[in-house]
């Protein structure tokens, strides 16, 4: 008799394991072929869209490809001092070529975001350029304007020669490459981005705090109260959750104006003067109340499905072991919640650090957010790479956020109404 | 929440002051949409009450904003509610047939990098919609799509399907997979099993799931501000230009309309939800 044991067949005579593996990686692939549709398609719509974001962020082959030849000549220049004629042949002939093709408005755009004066004088260069003798182009190109005569133009123009670049990452950051290479910030009155980063993690950080503490003595009443009640006070959590954003928004408008039910009613109870009716609109104290308003479903919901589940008597055991109802309810109920509100917090804070229409409409200038600086360089400026390099960083901190959120409550654990 | 009969004094004073919060923070919560009713019907162009309001005047009321939402000249919310309604449709049902199809797949036990997959595919809900809009107006502008019906309802679909497959995904861990093994072994095909056996018990939260989707892409705005053009225009967008440049009692009317139609929805959505609660015996 021999110990070894014997391989077991299916009917079909291959081994029970080899034929165990074979229909699993079919059920594999047959769940996978599910999923693929969708997977694919959001790839394809979405995914790749966000990745293309950093391509334009840091692409910069625009100004290389409209002066090949300029570029070319600066590779021999060292920056010191005024480029040699050859570049400013070659500047005026590749500008000669833009003029021709009716393109040099976008160099002049891209120019300016260098630096500022670039449009002008290359305005002022098209119109004087047609006068131009053959030969010494230095001594013409610099009595257009003085400040072509000026080196720091020219390095400029020098500056964009590589492909890609991080400016745009600098700028979101009120920094900047200066002549020699290093970053340095740009001059105090002019940090507005920093001061708008700040802002909204100020924000989004005040509006979570106070979803909190507003959402926790709401989501113990619903958990707690006998179902009939809470049914219903369930309704007032879920009719905002469901209404449409605008409406709530434009709710808002209406009363926190200066002559709405608010300040009506703060004359009215004698805390301000008819006069001096304060201005809560246009300004943080809108943003404040509106998001915390609107983003409060989202704190009480997964608050509530965790308190739901602690039963009523740990409570009665931590009374009758000799905790007073204080002690009871820090030491024992407290904890027990800790996951759903890490839970209500973390998708609070990220829902309100990407805020964009609430602070848009109530937020005026001191409450807008990097989201609205993001859809003004989008729609007005159309610097589209400066605002994907916004909108990347934006969202480094969103999935940095959603990582954690994933590892401690998971994605699938996310619940709806 | 009665007290019990022995509650001290300062416990009972401490209760009603935590019931005080509540009803405060209710208040808070939900006061703001029950302004908007009365100041819908106000007869005057103001949004503040009237004097003639606050007296219950029946003179001060009219539908005065409502004919004009409906007959005003030049009136762009026809054309909006016939877009969003076709938006929101056809958003629907795609969001609806990729999200369950997919979340079958992420529910089966055989499903590799499921962590990650689940992960990417709720990321449209997570991802800040001014991110997502950059991104989908790239992408449609590329494709042509741009101030179209087309590429819209695609970028619905993407913040459609999060929805579904959290829903869906939800109604099938509770889901028994017997039965459908049991209608395999009675000799039907796994189209017939889905149609016949999986698509009734999961209907619920299919429907709610397509609620959600459906509401999504109606109150949707950020996206839609990137990619319509003006014949694609929304009852969000009308909205959006309404509350920047001028907040007419006009708009107030739309939004008693829209509260009127998001509490059916929530009516639908939480009827849903206990009946597939009771399917799947979970009781609370």
Known sequence: MSSETKQILTTDGIPLEVSLKKAEKKNKIKAFLLVAPLLLFLIITYIFPIGEMLFRSVDDRMVTNMLPKTFQAMEKWDGKELPPEEVFEAFYLDYKFLVEKKTFGKLATQLNYEKNGFKSILKKLQRKMKKFEQGNYKEQIMNVHKRWANVEYWRAIKRRAPDITYSKYLKAMDMYENEDGKISQVSEDRRVHRILWLRTLEIAFFVTILCFLMAYPIAHLLATLPMKYSNLLMICVLLPFWTSLLVRTASWMILLQQQGIVNDFFVWIGLVGEENRPEMMYNKTGTYVAMTQILLPFMVLPLYSVMKTISPSLMRAGKSLGGTPFVAFWKVYFPLTIPGIGAGCLLVFILAIGYYITPALVGGASGTLISNQIAFHMKSTLDWSFASAMGLMLLTGVLVIYWIYNKLVGVDNIKLG | ?284
């Open chain 2, 1 to 284: 929440m009665a007290l019990p009969k022995y509650t001290e004094t300062r416990y009972r004073i401490w209760h009603y002051f935590y019931l005080f919060i509540c009803t405060c923070v209710f208040f808070f919560l939900i006061a703001p949409l029950f302004v908007i009713f009365p100041l819908s019907f106000n007869a005057e162009e103001f949004l503040v009450f009237s004097d003639g309001m606050k007296r219950l005047d029946p003179d001060a009321f009219s539908l005065r904003w409502y004919k004009d939402m409906i007959y005003g000249t030049k009136n762009p919310w026809g054309l909006a509610t016939k877009n969003s309604f076709i938006i929101a449709t056809f958003a629907t049902i795609g969001s609806v047939i990729l999200g369950t199809v997919a979340a079958l797949g992420l529910s089966s036990r055989h499903m590799p990098y499921k962590g990650i997959i689940m992960a990417t595919l709720i990321s449209p809900m997570i991802v800040p919609l001014i991110i997502s809009g950059v991104a989908i107006f790239f992408f449609m502008a590329k494709a042509g799509l741009a101030a179209t019906h087309t590429g819209i309802i695609l970028a619905h679909i993407v913040l459609g399907t999060p929805f579904v497959v959290i829903t869906v995904t939800a109604t099938l861990s509770g889901f028994d997979h017997s039965v459908t093994r049991a209608a395999s072994s009675l000799g039907s095909d796994p189209v017939n099993t889905f149609m016949k056996i999986t698509l009734p018990l999961i209907l619920p939260g299919v429907i709610s799931g397509g609620l959600f989707a459906f509401v999504t892409s109606f109150d949707e705005v950020v996206v839609v501000l990137f990619l319509a053009g003006l014949d694609n225009t929304t009852i969000p967008i009308q909205m959006w230009t309404g509350l920047r440049e001028q907040l007419s009692p006009t708009i107030l009317a739309v939004a008693t309309c829209l509260i009127v139609l998001s509490t059916l929805i929530l009516v639908t959505a939480e009827l849903l939800r206990r009946r597939s609660e009771r399917i799947r015996g979970i009781s609370r």
